[in-house]
């Protein structure tokens, strides 16, 4: 099946500071990419969904200035979390969708974000 | 809205034991259904999905799931697990076309399974 390639698998960082989390399809081309965040014992869920080369629509209670996404080819997505705060600390999941097979996506392995 | 529950939150297994995973949904409409597994520290990998068709749908590894609409269900089973199956499973559900043009997986807080050797 398609790779996708999620980098860094953790961070650590200090509040305040800003921290891009990369996410890449190895294999395939990816029209549309996925940005999850899951908290502990709960489900995925999804912050936002982006388009190669426009802007990223973000899910209802997500702030699109603390958590920007850019898209900026194919094959990549990065998610910056901006101005990072304790509260930033989760789980992030990047998946993405190839533009033949509508219904799958393949999903990245996480990064952990601890923010001290 | 469309939503996902997954019951059992932790199961615990011998090896050859029968594994059976509840899945349940909310919404009337057309679905589309899938299971998930994440092994540990691995990405989250399809076992199976159901579009339309034959209710008892095959996936990877042995697993199958049946599909019941009257129940809004998609149960996940296998008739032999093996310690190899440890790992979380999600079921997750596609429903209608957002105003964006995409559908969006909602998935479930996840089971995790253990199997003892």
Redesign the interface.
Known sequence: ?AV?S?HPSRVICKSGTSVKIECRSLDFQAT?M?WYRQFP????M?MA?SNEGSKA?YEQGVEKDKFLINHASLTLSTLTVTSAHPEDSSFY?C?ARVWEDD???Y????TRLSVL | AQSVSQHNHHVILSEAASLELGCNYSYGGTVNLFWYVQYPGQHLQLLLKYFSGDPLVKGIKGFEAEFIKSKFSFNLRKPSVQWSDTAEYFCAVKGPTLNTGFQKLVFGTGTRLLVSP
């Open positions: 099946g996708v999620q549309t996925f014992k709960q489900s995925l999804l969904t629509t999941i998946s219904n799958i996506q999903f990245g392995a996480g």
